[in-house]
């Protein structure tokens, strides 16, 4: 302690109490005082480029995820859309032979009815109860005595021809409310 207040006499006489201060924590006020700077620099470096390369790293994490949430969902959208425009092309055949038609085609039906099983998995109820309404349409439909070529053109002016119409409405809307809108 004694050779350290020699050496660092001028510095004490300036600075006063601090080498009362460093000698009681054992150091000399020089010693104290003394930084390297290039220390300090190497420090500041391996810190940004440690925080950089975190940045970087949790950037293209949450990227990447944000991309597989998107191709999933975008895969998920197409299956519905798959699903419905089976359905829509079975139940319009079916609707038609309904129309001209007195005896039921019951696997084109049951057809229909595997459609609908699959859309209960996929899509929202107001969809599968539109599309159960369409059946039921179909089923009335081959009740009905078979329609002339004059009343079918009549049906198809007045709108009574396209039982699909809300379905297809319905799709739409759903489409929409998960912001993929319709298919371009």
């Given at each position: 302690m004694r050779l350290c207040a020699i050496r660092c006499a001028s510095a004490s006489i300036r600075k006063g109490g601090r080498q009362l201060r460093a000698e009681q924590d054992g150091l000399c006020d020089c010693q104290v005082l003394l930084m390297d700077t290039s220390v300090i620099t190497a420090?500041?470096?391996?810190?940004g480029a440690t925080i950089g390369g975190l940045t970087s790293v949790v950037a293209s994490w949450s990227i990447q995820r944000a991309q597989a949430r998107e191709q999933r969902l975008a895969s998920y959208q197409l299956?519905?859309?798959n699903v419905y425009k089976?359905?829509?092309e079975q139940a319009s055949k079916l609707h038609?032979?309904?129309l001209q038609n007195d005896k039921a085609d019951v696997s084109a039906l049951m057809g229909l009815y595997a459609e609908i099983s699959k859309m209960r998995v996929l899509s929202s109820a107001r969809v599968v109860d539109n599309a159960d309404q369409i059946i039921k349409k179909v089923i009335n439909a081959y009740l009905e005595?078979?329609?002339t070529f004059p009343e079918?053109?009549?049906m198809a002016h007045s709108g009574l021809i396209d039982p699909l119409r809300n379905f297809s409405e319905a799709c739409r809307a759903e489409s929409?409310?998960?912001r993929y809108g319709p298919p371009v």
């Open positions: 420090l500041a470096a391996l810190a299956r519905r859309q089976e359905f829509i038609i032979h309904a005595p078979n329609k079918l053109r009549q929409e409310g998960h």
